[in-house]
């Protein structure tokens, strides 16, 4: 969890790794419209100490389920104006399979569970909390 | 009576107008728990679609509470 930008490019070379031949990533983006309504930014706020454990619980699970050699998530809180990143999940595997496969559960694993909630600022001035994912 | 020490996030927060509180109750459970702060706030999430953490660590909604207890009622969550 981080309240300010962070250096991808370092977390990037974490996953450079001798034996693996496949680097995936995924990197969420504050997008400019939602439903159909104009988005100026996103304010995120976390459970902190519950959300490092949790995303610390799946990078383990991807690691075991997974034939990866190494898995990294970040994820932003706080205002993130549009196009700023607000999540980032890069894994590194021997085969490309695994890499793109790990790094798609991590990431639906991160919006399901991960205690994480966005408020929308719209263009207008209204704000409002996004409904759930799932149920 | 129990002292918890509740914290809020996202529209809970809103609805009760404030993140953090220590508040007395006699209630025994978090589903109990919840219940009475429905009533003290009009929360509008059913429990049904949230989860409870104890001690920021998940718990079940019957987990009795004890003396204390840090609780947080935990929205569904919107990340990534």
Redesign the interface.
């Given at each position: 969890m981080a309240d300010a930008p962070v250096d991808i490019s370092a977390l990037r070379r974490m996953l450079l790794l001798p034996e693996a031949g496949g680097v995936c990533s995924f990197e969420?983006r504050v997008r400019q419209t939602n439903e159909g309504r104009a988005i100026s930014g996103i304010d995120?706020?976390?459970?902190g100490?519950?959300a490092l454990?949790e995303g610390q619980v799946i990078l383990m699970d991807a690691k075991q389920h997974f034939a990866i050699r190494h898995a990294t998530a970040t994820?932003r809180t706080g205002y993130l104006p549009v196009g700023e990143t607000?999540?980032w999940i890069g894994v590194s595997a021997a085969h490309r399979d695994a890499a793109f496969n790990a790094c798609r559960y991590i990431?639906d694993e991160?919006?399901?569970?991960?205690?994480?909630?966005?408020?929308e600022h719209y263009a207008n001035g209204v704000t409002g909390?996004?409904?759930?994912?799932?149920? | 009576m129990l002292n918890i020490e509740l914290q809020y996030f996202a529209q809970l927060q809103d609805e009760a107008g404030r993140a953090h509180e220590i508040r007395q109750t006699q209630a025994l459970t978090a589903t109990a728990l919840y219940d009475e702060l429905r009533n003290a706030y009009g929360f509008a999430l059913e429990p049904a679609c949230m989860r409870v953490a104890i001690n920021a660590a998940f718990a079940p909604w019957e987990q009795s509470l004890a003396e204390g207890d840090h609780v947080a009622c935990i929205p569904p969550a919107t990340g990534g």
């Open positions: 969420g995120y706020s976390a459970f100490p519950l454990t994820h607000a999540v990431t991160i919006r399901q569970h991960v205690p994480v909630w966005k408020n909390w996004v409904p759930c994912h799932t149920l | -």
